[in-house]
């Protein structure tokens, strides 16, 4: 019953550094989605892969990067990380590419960039 | 344009007593609608959804919601809270005509009292 698992839990870099935050789900689903939380805000949606293949930009796009691996994993870079990318990430799944459809969550990621 | 409203930033109410989270929303669609509880250093969980079939929609921990689309209000009841519900809670909208179009509520801190 993994669901979805994100790694690292918790990353500290300094401005300027890459890293690339891992995201694999386990129930077959098609289509995944990487988030923001900062507070008060709510989630932005910042990339999404509607299917194996395939990727868009969400509302908040620049600054990053993914790669839909394989139809399990959905990776997130940040080429040369800055402050205002300190932020709690959130990777996502959903069985097919639709809004009737709930999301399962991974746990987090929390990001700091010093 | 499609936007969501979480009316209380921070709800605190007494253990046994009823619980309500505001939400407003707004679309140019038949949205679907959903709720989703963080509880700290966690991931979201989806309570429950609204995808145009019955008004009142029953989730899980006893929590349902009911859309009202007269008032474009979609709050979420409980009849009895629980210390167990001390957690984040997020009003979710979607556009079912693009999937991509999904917008977070800012998020309401819901506190039990012993």
């Given at each position: 019953?993994?669901?979805?698992?994100?790694?690292?839990?918790?990353?500290?870099?300094?401005?300027?550094?890459?890293?690339?935050?891992?995201?694999?789900?386990?129930?077959?689903?098609?289509?995944?989605?990487?988030?923001?939380?900062?507070?008060?805000?709510?989630?932005?949606?910042?990339?999404?892969?509607?299917?194996?293949?395939?990727?868009?930009?969400g509302e908040v796009p620049?600054?990053?990067?993914?790669?839909?691996?394989?139809?399990?994993?959905?990776?997130?870079?940040?080429?040369?990380?800055?402050?205002?990318?300190?932020?709690?990430y959130f990777c996502a799944?959903?069985?097919?590419?639709?809004?009737?459809?709930?999301?399962?969550?991974?746990?987090?990621?929390?990001?700091?960039?010093? | 344009?499609?936007?969501?409203?979480?009316?209380?930033?921070?709800?605190?109410?007494?253990?046994?007593?009823?619980?309500?989270?505001?939400?407003?929303?707004?679309?140019?669609?038949?949205?679907?609608?959903?709720?989703?509880?963080?509880?700290?250093?966690?991931?979201?969980?989806?309570?429950?959804?609204?995808?145009?079939?019955?008004?009142?929609?029953?989730?899980?921990?006893?929590?349902?919601?009911?859309?009202?689309?007269?008032?474009?209000?979609?709050?979420?009841?409980?009849?009895?809270?629980?210390?167990?519900?001390?957690?984040?809670?997020?009003?979710?909208?979607?556009?079912?005509?693009?999937?991509?179009?999904?917008?977070?509520?800012?998020?309401?801190?819901?506190?039990?009292?012993?």
């Amino acid at each position: 019953n993994a669901g979805v698992t994100q790694t690292p839990k918790f990353q500290v870099l300094k401005t300027g550094q890459s890293m690339t935050l891992q995201c694999a789900q386990d129930m077959n689903h098609n289509s995944m989605y990487w988030y923001r939380q900062d507070p008060g805000m709510g989630l932005r949606l910042i990339y999404y892969s509607a299917s194996e293949g395939t990727t868009d930009k969400g509302e908040v796009p620049n600054g990053y990067n993914v790669s839909r691996l394989n139809k399990r994993e959905f990776s997130l870079r940040l080429e040369s990380a800055a402050p205002s990318q300190t932020s709690v990430y959130f990777c996502a799944s959903s069985p097919s590419f639709g809004t009737n459809y709930g999301y399962t969550f991974g746990s987090g990621t929390r990001l700091t960039v010093v | 344009a499609q936007s969501v409203t979480q009316l209380d930033s921070h709800v605190s109410v007494s253990e046994g007593t009823p619980v309500l989270l505001r939400c407003n929303y707004s679309s140019s669609y038949s949205p679907s609608l959903f709720w989703y509880v963080q509880h700290p250093n966690k991931g979201l969980q989806l309570l429950l959804k609204y995808t145009s079939a019955a008004t009142l929609v029953k989730g899980i921990n006893g929590f349902e919601a009911e859309f009202k689309k007269s008032e474009t209000s979609f709050h979420l009841t409980k009849p009895s809270a629980h210390m167990s519900d001390a957690a984040e809670y997020f009003c979710v909208v979607s556009d079912p005509s693009s999937a991509s179009k999904i917008i977070f509520g800012s998020g309401t801190r819901l506190s039990i009292r012993p």
